[in-house]
């Protein structure tokens, strides 16, 4: 069993940045992809960013690539998302996820641990 707790949500304008944070606890000798997902009002929840195990594989949607950074310290059983030049669209809930998996995985159905998501709001 993992736990998840997410941080570094807030209000930022279009053009800003933020950086969400996302630390493991429990059985975090266990291997992880880890990922984030994001779900707006209305909408389906999609994966936006996820790591492997050891950090040679990352994945980014289209539509924050070039602008988000996925990153981990697994000494620290953490998993970091650097977010730049935000878009209203990114609006969201943002919620950090586990997969029990070293390599890299794309699915929601492979995602079994989830952290309680924290808001992530670009507005003017």
């Known amino acids: 069993q993992v736990q998840l707790i997410e941080s570094g949500g807030g209000s930022v304008q279009p053009g800003g940045s933020l950086r969400l944070s996302c630390a493991a606890s429990g059985r975090t000798d266990r291997y992880y992809c880890l990922g984030w997902f994001r779900q707006a009002p209305g909408k389906e929840r999609e994966l936006v960013s996820a790591i492997s195990l050891n950090g040679d594989s990352t994945y980014y949607v289209d539509s924050v690539k070039g602008r988000f950074t996925i990153s981990r310290d697994n000494a620290k059983n953490t998993v970091n998302l650097e977010m730049n030049s935000l878009k209203p669209e990114d609006t969201a809930v943002y919620y950090c996820?586990?997969?029990?998996?070293?390599?890299?995985?794309?699915?929601?159905?492979?995602?079994?641990?989830w952290g309680r998501g924290t808001q992530v709001t670009v507005s003017s």
């Open positions: 996820a586990a997969a029990h998996s070293r390599v890299l995985v794309t699915s929601r159905a492979d995602y079994f641990y």
